[in-house]
């Protein structure tokens, strides 16, 4: 005798032999939502364009896996493209997989979504000049589990350069990476707390996340000579001038503002 289960046919409960495929051509409810959740979306992956796209994508990446370097079957969007469907021909978000890495990615991608589901994110833009205490005012407000995102930091890991100095050539991969970052955040709730450091404030941020977060705009206010003070004892040699300039032409407004001594 086979095992028994309990489901729902036709909005009923019913017990059916176990391997029997619940959900019939005449479940009218479901199919209703499924043609019109997903039509587009398998429509596109059968799609001559996407055939197209996905055999450049493939030959750009010659045929690898670009996780573990076995042969590639798949092409996989980086940042999903139920999470960002505008993106979904962008050849910079694919990437050539192999079924055990695309498996892999697939279920990290489903765990921290239905992990952040009931979570609330906080998003964070912290904004002040150079050696103002930015970073010190994120630990002290960090939780165990968050996302900073430190351009002076990022700079110096890529390139191995002091603290502040300037890789005009890493800079483009460092602002890649925050594009991504972003796209990726508009779909997440996965984290406590998203902190962005910056010296201005970036008006694209706001744009990006504004209808899915909410972001807060802190300003840590330190005396300028403060701070040159600051990067003197630490012999790190900036053009300070400069970036005050533009510092006090920026709008902060809309920030609020956290004194600092």
């Given at each position: 005798?086979?095992?028994a289960?309990l489901s729902f ?7 059916v ?5 619940v ?7 479901y199919?209703?939502?499924r ?8 429509g596109?992956y059968?799609?001559q364009?996407?055939r197209?796209?996905r ?6 990446d010659?045929g ?6 076995m042969?590639?079957e798949l092409?996989d ?6 999470d960002?469907?505008?993106d979904?021909l962008?050849p910079?978000n694919?990437?050539?997989l192999?079924?055990?890495?695309h498996?892999i990615k697939t ?6 979504h239905h ?11 912290v ?6 205490g930015?970073?010190?005012?994120v630990k ?5 589990h968050d996302l900073?995102y430190?351009?002076?930091?990022l ?13 005009h050539?890493v800079?483009d991969y460092i602002m890649l990476f925050?594009d ?5 955040l508009?779909a997440?709730?996965?984290f406590n707390n998203?902190?962005i450091i910056r010296t201005?404030?970036d008006?694209r941020?706001?744009?990006l996340l ?16 403060i701070?040159?003070?600051r990067l003197k004892q630490?012999k790190?040699?900036i ?11 920026a709008d ?10």
């Amino acid at each position: 005798m086979k095992p028994a289960k309990l489901s729902f046919i036709n909005g009923r409960p019913t017990i059916v032999d176990y391997d029997t495929r619940v959900r019939h051509d005449n479940d009218q409810a479901y199919n209703y939502h499924r043609r019109v959740a997903d039509d587009e979306y398998v429509g596109f992956y059968k799609s001559q364009e996407w055939r197209t796209l996905r055999k450049q994508i493939l030959e750009r990446d010659l045929g690898l896996c670009q996780r573990c370097g076995m042969p590639a079957e798949l092409v996989d969007h980086i940042i999903p493209s139920k999470d960002d469907w505008d993106d979904r021909l962008n050849p910079d978000n694919l990437q050539s997989l192999c079924r055990e890495c695309h498996r892999i990615k697939t279920k990290r991608e489903w765990m921290k979504h239905h992990k952040g589901s009931e979570r609330y994110m906080e998003v964070n833009m912290v904004c002040g000049l150079p050696a103002s205490g930015k970073t010190t005012y994120v630990k002290r407000h960090m939780t165990d589990h968050d996302l900073i995102y430190d351009y002076d930091e990022l700079m110096q890991a890529l390139t191995g350069l002091p603290s502040r100095s300037r890789n005009h050539d890493v800079h483009d991969y460092i602002m890649l990476f925050l594009d991504q970052m972003l796209r990726k955040l508009k779909a997440e709730q996965t984290f406590n707390n998203v902190w962005i450091i910056r010296t201005l404030p970036d008006e694209r941020i706001d744009g990006l996340l504004a209808n899915y977060h909410h972001v807060n705009h802190i300003l840590i206010d330190t005396d300028p000579k403060i701070c040159l003070q600051r990067l003197k004892q630490r012999k790190q040699t900036i053009a300070f001038t400069e970036i005050l300039n533009s510092f006090e032409k920026a709008d902060f407004k809309h920030f609020r503002r956290v004194k600092n001594r």
